[in-house]
């Protein structure tokens, strides 16, 4: 499988600026020197640059402006076209963020390929599943977990054509520590189990883990991976734009994403959320190279 790996120089729906910058900082100073590293390893994982998306309009785009929703639309469906085109060419998309509102167009995009239910597996301090008519901020990376499974902005969630994107049996969230009441009734409803760091602390990340990717990878048409890098602990990974005290150990959590099974089933990944401008030396950064191998590596 060719691995795909695509920029979505995203902000607008996001909290802060910082994040567009993203694809362009880790092409610069990570990606070469990552290729080098899996050709060594021979793990048969042969990547490409596919290119960055840029947003029409770096500026806030609140959704409850009607103007900011028309082009945040635009944006979503500008990568959706890359991911389905993709796609249909037997990629494996691996989508670099961008603000997390950059998932609506990457798995809309993925599902539109095929014809059977898409899994999806939600890594987050957020569980993103706000509407416009629950979120104070108005931030599109609060809302986007919902439009994939059908809520929220019509026009957004049905931009595919199939709606919902994902299927709720198939899809789990990890690693939630910051919600509003909302969010978690409405997945509950939806059908989506939720593992937040309560249930991570009582049962471990281990059991935890495998049992969230043995049913979303159990979807007919296979599954994909959302990783918000602030569900790491920001002391280790400070480079986001929505830091949220504790969470995960990100040595340990490569670890276990490495010995998880059924990657064959993946049908794309995506890592959103980077903020360059808060990681001065580059330290978040640098564990986007090893989280994207320990999804990709087959055991
Ligand atoms: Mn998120």
């Known amino acids: 499988m060719r691995i795909a790996l695509l920029g979505a120089a995203f902000s607008a729906g996001g909290a802060h600026p910082g994040c567009r910058h993203a694809p362009e900082v880790f092409r610069e100073r990570e990606y070469l020197a990552w290729r080098r590293r899996l050709a060594r390893q021979q793990l048969a994982l042969s990547v490409f640059w596919a290119g960055i998306v840029r947003e029409e309009n770096p500026i806030p785009l609140p959704m409850?402006?009607?103007?900011?929703?028309?082009?945040?639309?635009?944006?979503s469906q500008r990568l959706m076209r890359h991911t389905l085109r993709l796609r249909r060419g037997g990629r494996?998309?691996?989508?670099?963020?961008?603000?997390?509102?950059?998932?609506?167009?990457?798995?809309t995009g993925i599902a539109s390929a095929?014809?059977?239910?898409?899994?999806?597996?939600w890594i987050d301090a957020h569980f993103d599943a706000h509407t416009p008519d629950s979120s104070e901020s108005q931030r599109l990376h609060g809302m986007s977990f919902a439009v994939l499974l059908g809520e929220g902005d019509?026009?957004?969630a049905q931009m595919g054509g199939q709606t919902p994107v994902v299927d709720a049996r198939y899809c789990a969230v990890i690693g939630v520590r910051s919600y509003e009441a909302e969010e978690p009734l409405r997945l509950a409803r939806l059908g989506v189990r939720c593992y937040t760091r309560d249930e991570i602390r009582q049962r471990g990340l281990t059991a935890v883990l495998s049992e969230a990717w043995r049913r979303v990878a159990a979807a007919?048409?296979?599954?994909?991976?959302?990783?918000d890098l602030d569900v790491l602990d920001p002391m280790l990974a400070p480079g986001v734009s929505v830091p949220e005290h504790g969470g995960l150990h990100p040595t340990k959590l490569a670890r276990l994403l490495a010995r998880q099974p059924h990657k064959e089933r993946l049908r794309?990944?995506?890592l959103v959320e980077l903020n360059p401008n808060h990681d001065p030396q580059g330290k978040t950064l640098r564990l986007l190279p090893k989280l994207m191998t320990a999804l990709l590596m087959r055991r």
Do not use: K, Y
């Open 220 to 227: 007919p048409g296979g599954f994909g991976v959302s990783l």
């Open 64 to 75: 409850h402006c009607p103007a900011a929703r028309r082009a945040l639309l635009r944006n």
């Open 154 to 156: 019509a026009a957004l």
């Open 268 to 270: 794309g990944l995506e």
């Open 92 to 107: 494996l998309p691996v989508v670099i963020g961008g603000d997390h509102s950059c998932a609506i167009g990457t798995w």
């Open 114 to 121: 095929q014809r059977q239910p898409l899994g999806l597996l």
